[in-house]
C-alpha cells in the first residue's frame, strides 16, 4: 500500500518504464485505477522486502527495490 512498487518496477502492460510513477499511482500511494488495475499488478504480493523497507520514506523505500532487483537509476 505504499506504492513503492509502482515507481520501482517496470510494467510493460502499462508501458510503464522502472523509476516513473504509474499514471495510476495516487499522492497517497494507492492505485487510482484499482478496480480496473492490470492481472501482473493484482497477482503483486508484498513480501519480506516491503515490511523492512516500511519505516523509509518513500523516495528511499523506491531506491532500496531498485537496488535489490538491479533497476537502473536512470
Known amino acids: 500500500m505504499c506504492g513503492a512498487c509502482c ?3 517496470d510494467i510493460s502492460t502499462l508501458k510503464k518504464p522502472a ?7 495516487c499522492k497517497d500511494g494507492k492505485c487510482g485505477n484499482y478496480e480496473n488495475r ?3 499488478c493484482r497477482s503483486f504480493k ?3 522486502i516491503c ?4 519505516t523509509l520514506d518513500f523516495n ?4 532500496v527495490i531498485k537496488k535489490i ?3 537502473s537509476e536512470d
Open 51 to 54: 515490511v523492512l523497507i516500511s
Open 19 to 25: 523509476g516513473t510513477p504509474c499514471k495510476f499511482l
Open 60 to 63: 528511499d523505500k523506491v531506491k
Open 7 to 9: 515507481v520501482a518496477y
Open 38 to 40: 492490470p492481472q501482473v
Open 46 to 48: 508484498p513480501d519480506e
Open 69 to 71: 532487483y538491479g533497476i
